[in-house]
């Protein structure tokens, strides 16, 4: 009978216990993990923005039903524990103007330029107005010394003038978009180069409507290849859903493909019309806010914010977002 040798039993006891600790190490981790479950946050929100700023996020957000006297504001570090903020602008009262429409406070947007300052792009009585503060949560002020909208509701016919978007590209220039249709029909989306005052116009706004779209633009940039996406369908039923067109000019042409819906109503309306979203990065992933509707028998929707991972197959089409599990991992 051979013996074994004893340092060659430890040794391969030693390599288990190792083997062993690393598979309770991994388990831990998966039980540990921190899952996102939407909707994410309790309560009816629509139209999200966001931006993060030494480590927080800040999200706002029209409070349902169809916008109230200001936004909604949440901070949080983690996606998982969220505390209700509030700032002093926009509101209805001080962003009225000889020109302004009944509708309340719709529709943020919200960037961090290149000055660290804060800049903020809202609909109030379908008009555009433009805001800026030295922090996420302020204090805000009308940007413009009149304290007069920057879009008013009478510029550009055919324009609903809601929806902002600012686009920020990688050599600092910002871009604004914006746009609707009335009676859920002939969207409009237009942009406009903006001076370093991140509110003059710098040329005529142009028109960049593709065939499907309805309002909600919002601009990315990956891989050298400028992604318009946006809102198609009726934001008050099942056929309100999210596409995208592709161009390489911050300001177009933009071409619609097959690609084009990423995220639509299920089978099951567990989704159940979604859109007007904004997509954020963090470490190296990209997820999608956006809003699904709570279906109601009354004469309005109620809107709930959701998060989803945002993925691009090797061709740089987005791809599809199912949004059935609810789920999304933020790492």
């Known amino acids: 009978m051979n013996k074994v040798p004893f340092s060659q039993i430890t040794g391969k006891l030693v390599i288990f216990l190792l083997f062993i600790c690393c598979q309770i190490s991994i388990a831990s981790g998966q039980q540990t993990q921190k899952m996102i479950t939407n909707p994410v946050l309790p309560g009816y929100y629509a139209d999200p923005t966001i931006v993060e700023d030494k480590g927080t996020y800040y999200i706002y957000a029209t409070i349902d039903p169809w916008g109230k006297e200001e936004l909604a504001v949440f901070?949080?570090?983690?996606?998982?524990?969220?505390?209700q903020k509030h700032i002093n602008w926009p509101t209805k009262k001080d962003c009225t103007s000889s020109t302004s429409k009944n509708s309340m406070v719709w529709a943020p947007s919200v960037v961090k330029g290149k000055d660290n300052k804060f800049y903020m792009y809202v609909?109030?009585?379908?008009?555009?107005?433009?805001g800026v503060g030295n922090t996420p949560l302020g204090p805000w002020k009308n940007i413009k010394a009149d304290q007069s909208p920057l879009i008013r509701a009478d510029e550009?016919?055919?324009?609903h003038n809601i929806d902002p978007d600012c686009f920020i590209d990688e050599d600092g220039q910002a871009y604004l978009y914006w746009g609707s249709?009335?009676?859920?029909?002939?969207?409009?989306?237009?942009?406009?180069?903006?001076?370093?005052?991140?509110?003059?116009?710098?040329?005529?706004?142009?028109?960049?409507?593709?065939?499907?779209?309805f309002e909600g633009a919002h601009m990315i940039r990956r891989n050298n290849k400028y992604y318009l996406m946006f809102s198609e369908g009726k934001a008050?039923?099942?056929?309100?859903?999210?596409?995208?067109?592709?161009?390489?000019?911050p300001l177009g042409p933009f071409k619609e493909d097959d690609h084009r819906v990423i995220l639509k109503t299920s089978a099951d309306s567990?989704?159940?019309?979604?859109?007007?979203?904004?997509?954020f990065r963090r470490k190296n992933q990209d997820y999608i806010l956006y809003h699904r509707i709570f279906p109601q028998d009354k004469a309005y929707v109620l809107r709930q914010l959701c998060i989803d991972s945002l993925n691009f197959d090797r061709n740089g089409n987005i791809l599809k977002i199912s949004g059935r599990n609810g789920v999304a991992v933020i790492r």
């Open 123 to 130: 609909a109030v009585g379908s008009e555009v107005w433009a």
């Open 75 to 83: 901070e949080t570090k983690d996606f998982i524990k969220f505390e």
């Open 236 to 249: 008050i039923d099942p056929t309100y859903q999210v596409g995208y067109a592709t161009g390489t000019s």
């Open 156 to 159: 550009y016919p055919g324009v």
């Open 270 to 279: 567990v989704v159940y019309g979604p859109g007007h979203h904004t997509v």
């Open 181 to 213: 249709g009335f009676n859920w029909v002939n969207g409009h989306c237009m942009a406009v180069k903006l001076k370093k005052d991140m509110y003059t116009f710098d040329g005529k706004p142009v028109e960049v409507t593709t065939p499907h779209f």
